[in-house]
Each structure stands twice: as C-alpha cells, then as structure tokens.
C-alpha cells in the first residue's frame, strides 16, 4: 500500500469539517453488549475494504461503547491504523466505497462515518498520539471503577446543557479526560 513512488506527499494542514457544527440529537444510553456486536461487524466491514493492504491495519473499538458498563452515546468508535495517512486511496477512499461518509480531514486524522451517524471510524497513522491516548483511556476506564464513574456523571452533567456543535460538548469532556489519562500514565 501507499504511493507507487515510495515518497509521501504532504498531510492536509487544516481541519475540514465536511457539513460545518451538528448539534448533539442524541441521549446517553445505558450500557448495551450489542455494542460489541455492532464493533465486530464494522470491524470486519472494514477489513473487506482495505483488502491486501489490511494485514498491517489496526482496528479497536474505541470510546464509551467499548466499555462494559458505562452509559454512552450509542456511537460506535472505530480506530484504525495505517501506514500513511496520506495515502487516502488506501483507506478513505475504499472506506467511502464500502459506504462510509467522509466528515473530517484534518492533520493526521481523517474521520468516516455511516450515513445514519451510528459508527465513527477515525483513521491515525501508526504510532500517532492520538491512537496511545485513546487506547489509555478506554483501558483505563474498563479497569477502574472510580475513574469510569467519573467519567460517567461528567457525561450525564454536560447532557443536561444544550450543544449546538457536537465538538463543543467534545470539548468539554477534555479536562476530566486529560486528568484520567494522567492517572492511567502514572500507573503503568
């Protein structure tokens, strides 16, 4: 996979949102297996579309839907991994012809979703920030308690507020979520 020259071309070097803010039109729901369910058959979906080059393709299922027990938003996070994030004819493209819809290109990120908005795939070069600060977080999460009740009531009390742009409410999670990760760090 990648370019038939060998050389990347440059990353994108700002953040396009395709469609521009959404608002938040969903609730958070209790903890449902099928979730899980849901991820596997993304997952799979997604290994048919990258085809040969998939071998070297990491796929996890991110976010509060991979963590048993706690409430979320009932969007499956999908992370997946590949050698180039520039070289988008070996993933997004073969994403978007397997259905899925390009909403974010941004540097080192791009982010695919269904068209009912029910599964995010988020695409990250191997060894990116982004995919060790995830992959923290969730583990983090699936092992504490504390921590993962934290997260939740954080999540119940920004609900109650109105969000014009899903990115806001986003946004606003960041400090619980940086101090969890900090927690996680510290106890490797």
Do not use: C
């Not at 953040?15 to 938040?24: C, K, L, N, P, T």
């Not at 963590?67 to 992370?79: E, Q, T």
């Not at 921590?147 to 409410?169: G, H, I, S, V």
């Amino acid at each position: 996979m990648g370019h038939s020259d060998g050389r990347r071309r440059p990353d994108v070097t700002t953040a396009d949102i395709i469609g521009g803010a959404e608002a938040v039109h969903v609730d958070l729901e209790p903890y449902d297996a099928r979730w899980t369910d849901a991820f596997a058959e993304h997952r799979d979906r997604i290994r048919v579309a990258l085809g040969a080059g998939a071998e070297s393709v990491r796929i996890e299922h991110i976010g509060s839907t991979a963590v048993p027990g706690l409430a979320a938003k009932p969007i499956i996070d999908v992370l997946v991994t590949v050698d180039d994030i520039t070289a988008e004819e070996d993933h997004v493209d073969r994403l978007l012809a397997a259905g899925y819809v390009l909403r974010v290109r941004e540097p080192g990120h791009r982010l695919v979703r269904t068209p009912e908005r029910t599964v995010h795939v988020h695409v990250y070069e191997h060894g990116a920030r982004a995919v060790e600060d995830y992959l923290l977080f969730r583990d983090r999460l699936r092992a504490d308690a504390a921590d993962r009740a934290l997260y939740e009531d954080t999540k119940r009390e920004l609900f109650r507020r109105q969000w014009d742009d899903m990115n806001d409410y986003a946004d606003a999670k960041t400090e619980v979520i940086e101090a969890i990760r900090t927690r996680a760090r510290a106890a490797r």
